[in-house]
């Protein structure tokens, strides 16, 4: 390898090349003097070069991840987060059948919603049901 271009005069001129291969992977080099002779050349690294069906497989793992996260953005728009002030009542009686069934009062209430429905007179009826 000789002739090498040298932009500057008195100066060195260092030529690296790369193609195809991963980050942190090979790289060539060559190092010129004044008159464009090479005084050093060689090979760093020695990455994998990347083929097409390692970059569909990337490409189609960043797509199935960007998917599930909007799925995740649209879910947490959809959801619903209520600050709720009882009466001490009916927070005690709240209390105490959290406390027996093993769940938190936020979990009642959220099985009792799930199960509410509301009938043709606007009245709102929750079957008996076991939390679970």
């Known amino acids: 390898m000789t ?14 090349l790369g193609d195809g291969f991963e980050p942190g992977g090979a790289v060539a080099g ?38 599930a996260w909007q799925m995740e953005r649209q879910d947490a728009r959809a959801e619903l987060r209520a600050q709720v002030w009882l009466s001490a009542d009916v927070s005690r009686r709240l209390r105490t059948i959290a406390a027996r069934t093993g769940f938190e009062p936020e979990q009642v209430l959220a099985q009792l919603a799930d199960r509410v429905r509301m009938d043709d007179d606007g009245s709102l009826t929750v079957d008996a049901f076991t939390p679970r």
């Open 3 to 16: 002739g090498l271009p040298n932009p500057g005069s008195g100066g060195l001129s260092v030529l690296l």
């Open 30 to 67: 060559a190092v010129a003097d004044d008159h464009g002779d090479v005084g050093h050349e060689g090979v760093a690294g020695g990455a994998v070069p990347v083929g097409a069906g390692t970059r569909r497989g990337q490409r189609e793992g960043a797509l199935a991840r960007r998917a």
